[in-house]
């Protein structure tokens, strides 16, 4: 699935012996410095101001967005999207001769070249166990019998991906009943709470001197134990109760047993022939969709318009960058055929670098995206993507899309990124993956505040969702001051220049978190030895 991201962030510190820092403002704290603040950020500052002393000027960069859309009208977003030059918006013909029509913006995948797109998708893990049911588990026993006679092996898989779907079934069943529970417990209490409190902005000094005289007004206090203080503080509580209310009664709907694991969903009608792996030309010119939260923040942490006193700031560090949104990933399991072909538009339109949140466990078509990867490292394209949010090792539990073929490396410009905190005492974020070999460094990844969609709003997100575009932000700012290094040469400068931590050394390939500052200055270094100019 996954958009790798953790909406109410559950992700606790744990302290050890603890580090020094200096306080820092939290919508901003990723962009800090460890030397000045003890504080695991990219140090965009420093960064900046090493390449004003240096005057190195910024060539426009474009940056892929591979994902659920992105809000190309937000505030903080509009002008640092890209625009295809060649295509004329709403004509209905392919002025470029790319192969796509209307791609004004970028492109999607996941709709029909009508303009019905589509939002809800199965898990993989479903897709599968459907298609292996169809030949073991049908009402004619005789030909169930001959198949896995023919095919044990297939067979002991099946046997597992059942026993697995099973258990995901049942799991999604007792959430939906708990967070039915949940919402019947605290929903008159919430309500009561919003006729009350009217249009105050909540804070910990009014919670505390509040005396609740309703019992169910009592029971529904909880949730702000729940919530984290920026999901109230400084709102109201009609503004509270939507938030909460909403991801509740979602809960207690159970979107896990409606889509990710309906069997009978009908999905993808009209969009591509799933039969042919080969199908390149399909889907439409919305690459905002019907819900592109996800890609809309992960397209602020990148390139979020710098120095207009609203919002956020992308990692990049200016205003040199063009987002390029591809939808590629449902409310579900990103198709292994979308992700490929995402990658084939994107590198073809001009892209140097793409960000990847997303990922799944299973991958049928894995060739197809390794073909991409291949692809996109021979036409000189940096891929960045989301390590995972299972707390796994993936060099153990393999999290697709992987970079590893028989466990060799594909590509030699794809980077793997786990998330880390503001806490030095305790860096790696509890959801995010690791692995020795697989995954590469690690970027600001918890509590990271940037663009949202609705009416230009923001918001803090949690997950290696956002330490990879943290990460590629970094990338993008280096390589636009630098244009004449390699994808290659980006994702080693990336890599050699992290600040490292013992936390991290066994769980990474590099141990360290990235640094835009140190990236930069290696770049200028690189310049010098190859007398580039």
Not at 440 to 465: C, H, K, M, W
């Amino acid at each position: 699935m996954r958009k790798l991201f953790i909406a109410l962030g559950f992700a606790f510190t744990l302290g050890f012996a603890q580090a020094q820092t200096t306080e820092v403002p939290k919508e901003k704290w990723y962009h800090a410095g460890i030397e000045q603040t003890g504080v695991y950020g990219v140090n965009t500052d420093q960064a900046l101001q090493f390449l004003k002393d240096k005057k190195r000027k910024a060539n426009t960069i474009i940056v892929g967005v591979l994902d659920s859309g992105v809000e190309n009208f937000h505030e903080d977003l509009k002008a640092n999207m890209w625009s295809n030059p060649k295509e004329i918006p709403g004509n209905g013909i392919d002025d470029d001769k790319n192969g796509y029509i209307d791609d004004v913006h970028g492109w999607s995948f996941l709709g029909t070249a009508k303009g019905i797109n589509y939002n809800d998708d199965t898990t993989e893990l479903t897709r599968i166990y459907k298609a292996l049911s169809g030949k073991y588990a049908t009402y004619d026993q005789k030909k169930n019998q001959d198949a896995i006679t023919k095919n044990p092996t297939e067979y002991a898989e099946f046997q597992k991906i059942e026993k697995e779907y099973l258990s995901a079934v049942g799991k999604a069943k007792y959430n939906q009943q708990v967070a039915q529970s949940k919402l019947n417990a605290v929903e008159g209490g919430i309500n009561k709470m919003v006729l009350e409190f009217g249009e105050t902005k909540l804070s910990k000094d009014i919670l505390k001197n509040y005396q609740p005289t309703d019992s169910q007004i009592l029971e529904a206090l909880w949730i702000f134990g729940e919530l984290k203080e920026e999901q109230w503080v400084g709102k109201t509580m009609k503004e509270v109760s939507n938030t909460y209310l909403g991801s509740a009664r979602r809960a207690a709907k159970g979107d896990a047993l409606s889509s990710h694991l309906n069997l009978d969903l009908v999905d993808r009608k009209n969009v591509d022939n799933p039969a042919d792996k080969t199908e390149r030309f399909y889907g439409n010119g919305d690459s905002n969709g019907p819900e592109s939260s996800h890609g809309t923040h992960v397209a602020g942490i990148i390139g979020a318009v710098r120095g207009n006193n609203i919002g956020s700031e992308g990692t990049i560090g200016g205003n040199n960058v063009k987002i390029m949104s591809v939808r590629t990933v449902p409310n579900g399991d990103e198709r292994d055929k979308d992700v490929a072909n995402a990658i084939y538009y994107a590198v073809d339109n001009g892209a140097k670098i793409l960000n990847m949140s997303f990922g799944k466990p299973y991958s049928p078509d894995a060739n197809l995206v390794w073909d991409a990867f291949k692809y996109a490292s021979d036409k000189g394209v940096l891929i960045v993507k989301a390590a995972g949010n299972s707390n796994e090792d993936i060099d153990v539990h393999v999290h697709y899309p992987t970079n590893f073929k028989n466990n060799q490396p594909v590509s030699k410009s794809v980077l793997t990124v786990g998330a880390s905190t503001k806490d030095p005492n305790a860096l790696k974020a509890r959801f995010s993956n690791y692995g020795k070999k697989s995954v590469d460094v690690f970027g600001p990844g918890q509590e990271i505040y940037a663009t949202y969609p609705g009416v230009d709003q923001y918001r803090f997100l949690n997950g290696t969702s956002m330490a990879s575009p943290a990460v590629a932000g970094v990338a993008a700012l280096v390589w636009s001051h630098y244009p004449k290094l390699t994808a290659e040469d980006i994702r080693t400068i990336l890599m050699e220049t992290v600040n490292k931590n013992d936390q991290l050394k066994d769980i990474s390939v590099t141990g360290g978190v990235v640094d835009s500052y140190k990236a930069v200055q290696k770049a200028e270094e690189i310049y010098k030895q190859r007398k580039l100019k």
